[in-house]
């Protein structure tokens, strides 16, 4: 299938915030799908809100439709058994991207993971965002939260859909292929292979005219073969651009040094640029990496600003909002190396001032009402410990990258 120009018109864009919004969306678009449910995500947690979604599957699966899920191995390692039987009873095709095996993560190419967050229905509706199947009320690892968890997605109809389709569908059949061949069983997977492509197209060809006025966006693909750089550069490009206002929310902020000079640069010409970012502890590295920029971006008069009111998820940015130039993108992608160098991602990005104010106004709110500015003298004098214990995590992250093959 030919793919689309970064930006087409003729676009519906909701944006949803949290799991509480996008839940319920996923699942009237599943009640009623009529062919194919196609759901990647990073983890699936199988509590609370996640369950309606379960059984959304397991009901259109039950009716005929085809529904296959595929989850990454490090987020989500296991399925219960009482579930695991469920879905297989129901018909619902699983499979994990990328199991660890008896080594895990000690095998550094390993760390690429399945990290994009999509839903697209009957080839018609697609969802895309940071969000994760996991209750905005709960962790996993540190359980019930007393706020909800904020995170963005997007419901989108328009051409974009049948691009998110194309590339879930092949790297399902990369997937199912590599298992046959592992089982030795060639024949088999090359017929499926066959079935399977026919089946995709003839679904796309239902809705393959779908163009017209609307919103112009597109998607956004990081893979480790065609789309290595294609979110990166899209950032440094409306960075470049950016004329009055830049905000940006992002869960894992570790910039690598073109990123970290067009934040600099924006601030400089004049730009006020906001960056919020999670003001709680929850991963080491993540927390203690990130902090280690902090100081060259505050010093150029980058703002940031930690939530503290519950843990911040989002991946999301804004730039210009309400102008004709007006940039957007909410997708899975952070701006840190594991996003930017080694997980498949994926971002809608959406050219239209009022969407845009939509979700500036959002995180505008988030950064005057729920998070805490960070200052330059106070940054500074923070006691030692914690000083060592940043650039300890960011040289840790440093070596990673070296074990990759990667620079950043």
Known sequence: ??????????????LLEGARALVPAMVAAVDKAEHTVHLETYIFHFEGVAQQLLDALVRAAQRGVQVRVVVD?????????????????????????????????????RWRRLHRKLCVVDAQTLFCGGINVLDDWLDPRHGALPHPRLDYAVQVQGPMVLQ??????????????????????????????????????SAVRRVADVQGKGVRAGML???NVRHRATIERAYLKALGEARHEVILANAYFLPGRRLRQALV???????????????????????????????SLLAAGVQIHAYTTSFLHAKVAVMDAGHSRSWATVGSSNLDPLSLLLAREANVVVHDPVFARLLRNRLQAVITHESQPVELASFEALPWHQR?????????????????????
């Open 164 to 201: 998110a389709l194309d590339m879930m569908t092949q790297l399902w059949w990369r997937m199912q292929f590599a298992a046959e061949v592992r089982k030795r069983r060639l024949p088999q997977v090359l017929q499926s292979l066959r079935a399977g492509a026919q089946a995709e197209w």
């Open 73 to 109: 191995g490090v987020g989500t390692p296991n399925c219960p058994p009482i579930w695991r039987q469920r879905l297989l009873e129901a018909g619902v095709q699983w499979q994990v991207y990328m199991p660890l095996g008896t080594w895990g993560l000690l095998i550094p190419s």
């Open 265 to 295: 640069r924006a601030a400089q010409r004049g730009v006020r640029v906001q960056v919020l970012l999670q003001g709680r502890y929850e991963y080491f590295m993540q927390y203690h990496a990130s902090r280690a920029v902090y100081r």
């Open 1 to 14: 299938m030919k793919r689309r120009a970064a930006a087409d018109p003729g676009h519906d864009i909701q």
């Open 221 to 223: 693909w990081r893979d």
């Open 388 to 408: 060592w214990r940043d650039a300890l995590a960011y040289s840790l992250m440093r070596v990673a990258l070296f074990l990759t093959g990667n620079r950043y």
